[in-house]
């Protein structure tokens, strides 16, 4: 079974970019999708983007045309690129994994990250 193991994250200000990663050990990462989530204090665990295993990709409106996702394969990692960051991306940033395709919900996911933290502030 694949286990993730996310870096990356850092505070950073409003404008400022981060590339997050999502280092996968096991077998297969080619034949799995790969979420990433967010959970900001007190808010719910909120769906980022994600990227199925044929590279094909999904993102939240509220991150489309901000944030990009991508895959090496080779290197069995996943990406996550936040352009011009806002407060409000400020949360704890998971990927998850399932086989093949992706999805947009939380509970469809049983191999999680343990996340890494993002704070956008002045």
């Known amino acids: 079974q694949v286990q993730l193991a996310e870096s990356g994250g850092g505070l950073v200000h409003p404008g400022d970019s981060l590339r997050l990663s999502c280092v996968a050990s096991?077998?297969?990462?080619?034949?799995?999708?790969v979420a990433w989530f967010r959970q900001a204090p007190g808010k719910e665990r909120e769906f980022v983007g994600s990227?199925?295993?044929?590279?094909?990709?999904d993102y939240a409106d509220s991150v489309k045309g901000r944030f990009t996702l991508s895959r090496d394969n080779f290197k069995s990692t996943a990406f996550l690129q936040m352009n011009s960051l806002k407060p409000e991306d400020t949360a704890v940033y998971y990927c998850?994994?399932?086989?093949?395709?992706?999805?947009?919900?939380?509970?469809?996911?049983?191999?999680w990250g343990q996340g890494t933290q993002v704070t956008v502030s002045l």
């Open positions: 096991g077998r297969a990462f080619n034949s799995y999708g």
């Open positions: 990227i199925n295993y044929n590279g094909a990709t």
């Open positions: 998850a994994a399932r086989g093949f395709s992706t999805s947009l919900y939380s509970d469809d996911y049983r191999i």
